[in-house]
Every structure is written in C-alpha cells, then in structure tokens.
C-alpha cells in the first residue's frame, strides 16, 4: 500500500490523531489523489495560513502546475538566492579585508577605440 493510502485508512479507522493534534481527512485525502510514487521525492506535510494557501493554488492554476510543483520552484528560488546572498557576503568581507590597490588609475591603461 502507498504511504498516502495507508494515511488516509489511518484516518478512516477513526483514531486519535498523533500528539492530540486535530487532522481533516480532507486534507489528507487530497494527497492520495495528488501525490505521484516517485523515488526521489519526499512527501512533507506544511503549515499554511489560509491566505497564503489562497494565493498558493491561484498561483499554481495561474501557471498551470500543481500545488507541489509550485512550492518546490519557490523553494529552490529561495534557496538559490539565499546562497547568492551568501556568495556576495563572503566577497565584500573579502574586498573589506584585501582593498584593491588603486582601483582609478586603470583608465589610463585601457585602450580605447577611437570614435
């Protein structure tokens, strides 16, 4: 049975939610139908106000991709700016430490075409 099929007859059996937390077996229904058996990926539960959530799925009908697709191309964005950011940090300390030696004069040494 898939992990998603065995959630969903967990929830249908009535029992307890782990740690007291309240679970809609809506949600977890929705999974079942969505969720792809791929072996690279990982399927993670998060938590969404209800607008966010509002402009998730507007987003993901807007460009035409599912919810998961969406949240994974948001991600990755954040993550390949967030070591941008990292990448730029290390190289200003890096000029703060090592200034560049007189950094004006290279217009002298440039040749320029003639125009």
Wanted: positive net charge; aromatic residues 6%; charged residues 30%.
């Amino acid at each position: 049975m898939q992990p998603a099929a065995q959630a969903v007859g967990f929830f249908k059996q009535n029992q307890p939610a782990p740690m007291g937390r309240k679970i809609i077996p809506a949600i977890i229904k929705c999974v079942e139908y969505t969720v792809e058996d791929t072996p690279h990926m990982e399927i993670v539960q998060i938590v969404l106000d209800k607008k966010l959530l509002s402009a998730t799925d507007q987003a993901a009908r807007r460009t035409k991709r599912n919810r998961s697709a969406l949240v994974r191309d948001a991600l990755r964005e954040h993550l390949r700016r967030l070591e941008l950011q990292a990448t730029e940090g290390r190289d200003r300390q890096g000029y703060t430490r090592h200034p560049q030696a007189d950094a004006e004069g290279w217009e002298s040494e440039a040749k320029w075409s003639a125009e």
